[in-house]
């Protein structure tokens, strides 16, 4: 069981264990921005699509606000990695 | 309604307002500090964080030289468990023309008068040192190896995080609408959900929201925002390489320790506004122009962009000084340079606020200067 509960990793791009994100909850980061900023969730290629609504879902526990009130953070442009030659390439 | 008091209110959770925070706190000051969003939401997390001794003026170097004294050994004093991520991987200023290498040289013999180890590279020192630098036209480059890399995220919120443990209240989410002032002398500010807070100093260190602000006490500042974007990479095998600044279009790139790739490119056609939009148009200019200089990264995966507002002044450099409301003190316009004064901006600032002499010498960052026409050039601005 204790085993199973470390290798609990929510953000697969950063490799961040539940345990982590639990432990900057209760330091009192209790938003998905400042998260985001502590520990690289939604930073990587796959930006948060895999972790995102499971942390809201450990936030919303720890603050006792639903889901739909907090702030989900923000997905950026170009939403999924695109080869940088490709972005260079005239568009004219 | 009651108010609240404090010994001093910082108005903007920056890296300079989370610094001043932090040393006030650590002096035993009881000191407030009011950010709108979270801790570097404006322009310090957005920064590309650069770390640089190359500078082109004494008061300018005397506090990069502090940065870089503070920085090597600052994830172990703040102590909080996030990583600041601190590289000395160096910085260099190419040059593409007669003009700007001259200027570069100068540049670098005031820092080594300092003792700051800045050099002058010649074009085949730089390509057999980073061969895989593609420089075709330079003539030659400065580079400081001290110089490098922070990650400005967790430097702000280190800064933040430390200062309250030390007894700082650190109130993110809470916006300040007005600053209060009576007889021409500060008050104390109103927030956002109608708390009044009063306070015999107060320090507005807001980057270009200070401007709207200061306004409300009827000072005047000079300063406005610019947007500025940045891009990461996928990260690709880590081979330390500097920061590179490209003084022909502007453009720069950098590895960070994740083995990420950053790439900006400064653009005058941006627009004046505080808004963290994005720019496609940015992300084709970008990858052209820094894909010529590094090729080997031209198959490497382009993950997120980004913007963020510098705030201007009209010689872009900062304004740190007493304002006329007597007890307000702003530190605010550093023009896009900012991020890596956040040791020297808070330390002076708790300086000024406890009525102590700043460790440098602060004329040249004052406020009169602009109606005086006395400006503060500084030749290596980007």
Redesign the interface.
Known sequence: MEENKKANIICRCEEIEIDEIRKWINAGYTNFEELKRILRVGMGPCQGRGCRDIILRELSKATGKPVADLLPGVIRPPVKPVKAKLLAEDNE | MTVKTADVIVVGGGVHGASTAYELAKAGVKVVLFEK?????GGS?RSAAGLRQHFGTETNLHMAKYNLQVFPTLEEELDTG?SLEFTQWGYMWVAYADTVLAQLQKNVDLQRSLDIPSVMMKPDEVKARWPYLCMDGIIGVAFCGDDGHINP??LT?SYG?AA?RLGATVK??CPVVKLLAENGKIKGVVTEDGEEWHAPRVLLSAGPWSTPLAATVGVDLPVYPERHNLL???PVEVFDCPMVLCLDDGAYFKQCPNGTFMFGRDDQDEPHITEST?S?KF??GV??S??KRIPA??????????SGPYDNTPDHNAIIDWTPVEGLLVDCGWSGHGLQFGPSGGRVCKELLMGEKPFVDLYRFRLSRFAENDLFFEPAFI
Not at chain 2, 37 to 41: A, K, M, Q, R, T
């Open positions: 969003e979270y801790l570097g939401s997390g996030m995220q967790t919120l995080h309250r993110t989410y990461i990479t996928e994005n496609a992300l084709e990858t052209k820094v894909l990264l031209s198959g490497v995966r382009v993950v997120r962009q980004w």
